[in-house]
């Protein structure tokens, strides 16, 4: 657990660095530079940059975009909810958070998705414990978002994280009947997705960014857990 703490530490304070910047008028390749330069400077790098041939330092996902956005020049939108994906690698271990913020003024449904989708990630943390059935992660969601009338995204999945930006366990935010149980000492991450419509997504042909079917709105907040004897620590909180 320890080992870890540097690379999620370094990662929450990106995360909330590159929140700080969300404004009307700014871009999201603008975000990018300024956390990429906050990470070198702890000594850390940033692990999304050349992964698989990822381009930039983090993922910025507007509005409809549901994972994966590619920052770049387009400036942000008074009422754009926004997505900032951060993970970093120190002393040879990743930690990876993500957080919505809204740029200005946003409408109460847009407001309301993003509460959902944060309320969703704590219920999620508040269950999982040793011994536990990883599967209750998405039942857990499921049963909270299915009476919101919100859909939840099975593309995307959270996963184990530490010397390996991802590895085993696969973590599904969607009732499942996966096996396996949470035992003390893993780390993986949980990030749902919610969307305001249809949950399936469309890979732009720049190979990453994945939008909605229907063009609705998604939301997404993740944290880098661990399970610990007695409960979980949560590592980027």
Avoid at 20 to 25: F, S, T
Avoid at 43 to 51: D, K, R, V
Avoid at 167 to 181: C, M, R, S, T
């Amino acid at each position: 657990i320890n080992a870890m703490r540097p690379a999620s530490t370094i990662a929450r304070n990106a995360l909330a660095l590159g929140g700080r910047m969300v404004r009307a008028g700014t871009t999201t390749e603008a975000i990018d530079n300024e956390i990429h330069k906050y990470i070198i400077s702890q000594g850390a790098y940033p692990s999304c940059l050349n992964y698989m041939g990822f381009p930039k330092s983090v993922c910025t996902s507007v509005n409809n975009v549901i994972a994966h956005g590619i920052p770049d020049t387009r400036e942000l939108i008074a009422g754009d909810i926004i997505n900032i994906d951060v993970t970093v690698y120190k002393d040879g271990f990743h930690g990876d958070t993500s957080a919505m913020f809204g740029v200005g003024k946003v409408d109460s449904l847009g407001v309301k998705l993003m509460d959902a989708t944060r309320e969703s990630l704590e219920l999620a943390i508040d269950m999982c414990g040793p011994g536990v059935p990883i599967s209750r992660i998405g039942e857990t969601i499921e049963s909270f978002v299915g009476p919101l009338g919100y859909s939840i995204s099975a593309q995307l999945t959270g996963h184990g994280v530490g010397r390996s930006f991802h590895q085993n366990p696969l973590i599904y935010h969607h009732a499942n009947e996966e096996p396996g149980e949470m035992l003390p000492g893993m780390a993986f991450t949980i990030e749902p997705i919610l969307c305001q419509g249809v949950p399936d997504g469309i890979q732009w042909p720049d190979g990453w960014t994945i939008v909605t079917e229907d063009g609705g709105r998604s939301a997404q907040f993740e944290h880098t857990i661990v399970i610990t004897e007695t409960g979980v620590d949560v590592l980027t909180a």
